[in-house]
């Protein structure tokens, strides 16, 4: 028997091994199993077994298999092979995917070493700056190091032949050393009574006089009537020590044994739970669903309900009936951990049934939510954008709620995926709707309703007939002239702040800006601090005392002094979050302000705990960013403020205007989910902007029309597809050689596809690699399914691999970008 396998590594074809006759009976489609690859040891996918083989040459075998159930079957399969296709991976990079993080078996070739024919061979060398005496350095004080220590220690990459020649004069040998799975499942001693109660009570004088904390320890025991306890728990209860409960064991009294627990994440954030008599728009929509859910029928809708209209009671209410039809449910929110008021919803209607899946958990709480959904134990996940890839084998629903946000996109690993796209291929694959939530639709989705592609279901209303709030736009620039600017609020912001204040009602205020001063300016030169391996400015965080890069984490002490000319005129512009909170402190001294951004939520029950304050009515201003616009349902808020719209009206990209549309739109619909009419201000330089004068009028087809135009004239999504194209090197010339070699590679194509000139990226430096950007536009109408496009893309990576100087510069290729900067 032979067995197929593919490698999360960048080949595009599998690889046969043999099946050694006594993995026969484990190896099938759909498991893992380890096996020798060149010279290491991977963890691969099996896509395939086979009686027989065509091929000739020496056939290695399989040595070990991960899996006891197959993890996919041949309908998942088929949705890998998409992705791998669409998003230009290999099968097994889009593979592995599925796999939770830390479970992979791999082997590290480690440099095993005779410390004291090192230290001789040391002694011997008599200049100081070779490489070699840099290597006999390091390995002199040591056992064992890997490859990538090595070459860390001594910085330098091409370790490869001095190794080599140690090997030979018998210095070190090379070992294959396989380092198992990191995330396993864990287990916990228990103990319980070995014997029965009435013999027990009969040795218990006789025990009591020569071992009283033995005797303690049984009582407990026989306290929880038979039912075994944790050994840690058990021992700290009583407080006595293990050799206790070992006697106990030996003289057979108590049998110690383990037992595998379950680690699951703990939301703390919890609402009471609420029965509704669903609305009529409500009802419309479960009408037109359910029945695709039951007939096992796909279908994309669109589902476009404006801010409050009970969009999650109708995921409720479509996850019951595929509950009934004993089906799984697959809910993907924007990254859940900042949506803790929908999850604990799931929660309050279908209890343990309900997992998550998210970047908050630790790897082994995300293995065990794994392991429950593959073993069919949680049948609804509720998950965060790489939930799609949970092991569920027959979902009934797919929702992707906020279908619009840009966290659905992968940008940072290959492949770069969109969870909402291929939501909805597998929505196809498994024959289920697939439902796509927004107040704001994304251009595209909306589009493909227009096309036909998605069904469109619309909630104008919202619950309880309340009123959409009412905005309004505050022309900073005029209210300065006026004299009516403190600082950064407009007098008409802080009069409602103050008003909202006095009636103890929630206030929101938005500035999409983490730090204090996002740029750092010197008076004399003229030059903006920026950050050593990026090319942004260093933001500066004031509860810190620091200046930090958001792009790669650098952050260092507050500069005394310009660090281009050292004059100390420096001035701060730029308005993050921590000013906001500050100056509001200033306005309101007695006001309860809290912040809401990536840099305060670090802890993990602190964003939970934020908002049930905030609903309690504890808190009484929130400050943040995007991340205060996002799924917040609280009544008591009934203003919200924002303190600038240019923080993303600005960006140079595409979807500046949408990005902007949908962020106030959102962020404007937390006001006024009560009988009280919400109030929203927005300070803003543009007032007559047409993204802005749409949020104004609360006209999302008037925004969505007039954008679709744009798109087409200008050559965008959905009228075009994008594949953007991205060289980077730590040498400017080679990045840039790169991008010129692959552009010539591309000029085959030029015919059919738009490919711009190889230019420098927006962020042109990008922790410590200079970037090179080559965008491609390829036409719906020529290329519909972009098929052309993709082969373009391949072929010119194989040409550029072939000819060009400059292939070990990295490339990576990102199909429908998200963001082109
Ligand atoms: P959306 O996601 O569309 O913005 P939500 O799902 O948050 O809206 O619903 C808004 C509020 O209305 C929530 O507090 C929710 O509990 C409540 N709600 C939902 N459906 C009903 C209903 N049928 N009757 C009364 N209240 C409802
Ligand atoms: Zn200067
Ligand atoms: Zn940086």
């Known amino acids: 028997m032979f067995a197929e396998v593919v490698f999360a590594l960048p080949f595009r074809k599998a690889f046969t091994y043999e099946i050694p006759s006594e993995l026969k009976k484990f190896v099938k489609e759909g498991v893992r199993v380890v096996a020798p690859f060149g010279k290491r040891t991977l ?19 399989i040595r070990e298999v991960l899996d006891d159930e197959p993890i996919f079957n041949k309908t998942l399969l088929k949705f890998y092979e998409w992705i791998a296709e669409y998003y230009l991976c290999s099968l097994g990079e889009a593979l592995k995917l ?99 109660i009435k013999e027990l009570y009969s ?11 033995q005797v303690k320890l049984l009582l407990v025991l026989i306290e929880a009537k038979g039912k075994s306890i944790p050994v840690a728990e058990l021992l700290h209860k009583t407080e006595t020590s293990k050799a206790t409960l070992d006697s106990l064991e030996k003289k057979g009294f108590v049998e110690i044994f383990e037992k595998e627990v379950d680690r699951r994440y703990k939301e703390h954030y919890e609402e009471v739970h609420q029965e509704f008599v669903l609305t009529y728009q409500q009802r419309k ?4 669903i359910s029945p695709k859910i039951k007939e096992s029928v796909f279908q994309s809708y669109l589902l476009h309900g404006v801010t409050g209209s009970g ?13 009934e039809q004993n089906k799984s449910v697959l809910i993907l929110v924007p990254e859940i951990s900042l949506t803790p008021q929908i999850t604990s919803r799931f929660y309050n209607n279908f209890g343990d049934l309900v997992t998550v899946l998210h970047s908050r958990m630790s790897a082994g709480e995300r293995f065990d939510s794994w392991r429950r959904i593959h073993k069919g134990k949680s049948k609804i996940v509720v998950g965060a954008r790489s939930a799609l890839f949970a092991p569920i084998f027959n979902p009934g629903l797919i929702v992707v709620d906020e279908e619009h946000d840009a966290s659905y996109k992968q940008q940072d690993m290959i492949p770069k995926y969109n969870a909402r796209d291929s939501a909805v291929v597998l929505g196809s694959i498994h024959n289920c709707p697939v439902v796509l939530g927004s107040a704001t639709p994304s251009v595209e989705s909306r589009y493909n309703a227009e096309v036909g592609k998605y069904k469109l279901m619309t909630m104008p209303l919202r619950i309880d007939d309340a009123k959409l709030p009412t905005i309004t736009l505050v022309n900073v620039n005029v209210e300065r002239k006026k004299g009516r600017m403190d600082n950064i609020f407009s007098r008409t912001l802080l009069d409602k702040i103050e008003d909202r204040l006095k009636k103890k009602e929630g206030v929101i205020i938005l500035q999409n800006r983490r730090g204090f001063s996002t740029q750092i300016y010197c008076e004399d030169c003229g030059e903006i601090e920026m950050c050593e391996n990026c090319s942004v400015p260093m933001v500066f965080h004031i509860n810190k005392n620091t200046v930090q890069c958001h792009y790669c984490g650098l952050e260092k002490p507050v500069p005394n002094a310009c660090t281009h000319c050292g004059s100390i005129n420096i001035k701060y512009f730029g308005i993050g979050t921590e000013r906001v909170e500050d100056e509001l402190q200033f306005y309101f001294p007695t006001a309860r302000i809290s912040r809401i951004d990536s840099d305060s939520i670090t802890k993990k029950a602190y964003l939970s705990n934020l908002l049930l304050s905030f609903g309690r009515g504890e808190i009484d201003i929130l400050v943040g960013t995007q991340m205060v616009s996002k799924g917040l349902d609280f009544s008591r808020v009934t203003l919200v403020g924002v303190v600038s719209a240019e923080t993303t009206l600005w960006l140079p990209d595409f979807r500046a205007d949408e990005r902007t549309f949908q962020l106030l739109t959102q962020v404007a619909g937390r006001a006024g989910r009560s009988k009280i009419t919400g109030e929203v ?15 104004l009028q609360n006209d999302y087809d008037g925004f969505y029309k007039r954008e679709i135009v744009d798109r087409e004239r200008m050559g965008y999504p959905p009228f075009t597809r994008l594949a953007l194209i991205e060289t980077k090197d730590k040498s400017d010339q080679k990045a840039k050689g790169a991008a010129i070699d692959f552009r010539k590679a591309l000029k085959k194509f030029e015919k059919h596809l738009k490919i711009s000139e190889p230019t420098t990226a927006l962020i042109y430096k990008l922790k410590g690699f200079y970037r090179y950007h080559i965008l491609i536009k390829s036409s719906r109408k020529t290329d519909p ?19 060009s100087r400059f292939k070990d510069v990295k490339l990576f290729y990102d199909i429908d970008p998200q963001s082109i900067m």
């Open 681 to 695: 201000i927005i300070q803003t330089q543009n007032e007559k902007h047409f993204a802005l004068q749409k949020v």
């Open 43 to 61: 963890t691969g996918f099996v896509i395939k077994v086979t009686k027989t083989t065509q091929i000739k040459d020496e056939i290695k075998q």
């Open 203 to 213: 040795s218990l004088p006789e025990l009591d006089r020569k071992s009283p904390k």
């Open 311 to 323: 969009k999650t009671q109708v995921y409720i209410e479509l996850a019951k009936i595929a509950l």
């Open 98 to 196: 599925l796999v939770p993080h830390g479970t992979e078996v791999e082997s590290k070739r480690k440099i095993s070493i005779d410390k004291n024919f090192v230290q001789q061979l040391f002694q011997k060398e008599t200049k100081k700056t070779t490489l070699r005496y840099k290597i006999l350095l390091e390995l002199s004080s040591r056992e064992q190091i890997t490859f990538s220590a090595l070459q860390k220690a001594v910085g330098k990459k091409n370790i490869y032949s001095h190794i080599r020649n140690l090997v030979e004069e018998g210095a070190v040998t090379v070992i294959d050393e396989i380092e198992g799975a990191k995330v396993k499942p864990k287990k916990v001693k228990y103990v319980r009574l070995a014997k029965d």
């Open 285 to 288: 929509v479960l009408e037109e």
């Open 785 to 803: 399914s972009g098929k052309l496009l993709r082969r373009a893309v391949i072929e010119a990576f194989t040409e550029f691999n072939r000819v």
